[in-house]
Nanobody, 120 residues
Framework: LQLVESGENEVHSGGTLSLSCQAS????????FGWFRQFPHKQREGIAS????????NYADAASGRFSISMDIEKSLVYLQVDSLSPEDTAFYYC??????????????WGQGIQVTVSS
């Protein structure tokens, strides 16, 4: 399984971030996709997940409201939209996949990540 993130690297405060994750390989075996982010000197943390077959979504408490995950199952694309950006959203964003569960700890396949910088 390969995951490749794409999207804007630099966005303005107050704006909207749109990220895409292209999955390839054994995508039909994936149980859930997710978006994570990592702040400098911090551990990677889960933002949102989506179960491939049902489309059911889950969001971290800190991510509710401004974040939206969706997918195009036919194209094996997973999207993340973040509204009302602030400089505190500056982080490295990762796409992840899990073959057996949707808890954050279940994700063990990762894309290379994409640095997102929000300017004030």
């Amino acid at each position: 399984l390969q995951l490749v993130e794409s999207g804007e690297n630099e966005v303005h405060s107050g704006g909207t971030l749109s990220l895409s994750c292209q999955a390839s390989g054994y995508t039909s075996e994936v149980y859930a996709f997710g978006w994570f982010r990592q702040f400098p000197h911090k551990q990677r943390e889960g933002i949102a997940s989506i179960i491939r077959k049902s489309g059911a979504t889950n969001y971290a408490d800190a991510a509710s409201g401004r974040f939206s995950i969706s997918m195009d199952i036919e194209k094996s694309l997973v999207y993340l939209q973040v509204d009302s950006l602030s400089p505190e959203d500056t982080a490295f964003y990762y796409c992840g996949a899990s073959f057996f569960g949707s808890a954050w700890r279940d994700f063990d396949y990762w894309g290379q990540g994409i640095q997102v910088t929000v300017s004030s």
